[in-house]
């Protein structure tokens, strides 16, 4: 059973590392280069349909680790140790994500595309600067 489970977390944490990435190395960049009102169009319900997606897949992602550092307990050392330190980091990059990202997120899936708020821009900006943070960390 570990190793299936170990399996499972694996590839659902490796997809969400992939999905990140993508995110920033490719397709807010190209979102960048757009015209304005195409990167509005674009953007709101990208963000819209991530912001109800990811929720989910961070919250599986924390419970398939934590339930991971159990199976591999003592956490005290060894390899329950390393993945109780990743869920913990985990849990700090979902708090990271909801006070500080997910505000701006919501402004931007709200949005009405073909008239976007004043300051549409400057919350993206800000926004893939929060990202590439939360990112290196």
């Given at each position: 059973?570990?190793?299936?489970?170990?399996?499972?977390?694996?590839?659902?944490?490796a997809m969400?590392?992939?999905?990140?990435?993508?995110?920033?190395?490719?397709?807010?960049?190209?979102?960048?280069?757009?015209?304005?009102?195409?990167?509005?169009?674009?953007?709101?319900?990208?963000?819209?349909?991530?912001?109800?997606?990811?929720?989910?897949?961070?919250?599986?992602?924390?419970?398939?680790?934590?339930?991971?550092?159990?199976?591999?307990?003592?956490?005290?050392?060894?390899?329950?140790?390393?993945?109780?330190?990743?869920?913990?980091?985990?849990?700090?990059?979902?708090?990271?994500?909801?006070?500080?990202l997910v505000?701006?997120?919501?402004?931007?899936?709200?949005?009405?595309?073909?008239?976007?708020?004043?300051?549409?821009?400057?919350?993206?900006?800000?926004?893939?600067?929060?990202?590439?943070?939360?990112?290196?960390?």
């Amino acid at each position: 059973m570990t190793i299936a489970y170990d399996i499972v977390t694996a590839a659902a944490t490796a997809m969400m590392a992939g999905n990140e990435f993508a995110i920033a190395a490719f397709v807010h960049p190209q979102l960048g280069r757009l015209s304005s009102r195409t990167h509005a169009e674009a953007a709101a319900p990208m963000a819209a349909g991530l912001g109800k997606a990811m929720p989910f897949w961070y919250g599986i992602a924390l419970l398939l680790l934590i339930g991971a550092a159990f199976e591999h307990r003592p956490i005290s050392h060894g390899s329950g140790r390393l993945i109780a330190y990743a869920a913990s980091l985990w849990a700090a990059t979902i708090i990271f994500t909801v006070t500080l990202l997910v505000p701006i997120n919501r402004r931007i899936a709200k949005m009405n595309a073909a008239s976007p708020y004043d300051g549409w821009l400057d919350d993206r900006v800000r926004w893939d600067l929060l990202y590439s943070i939360r990112l290196q960390c």
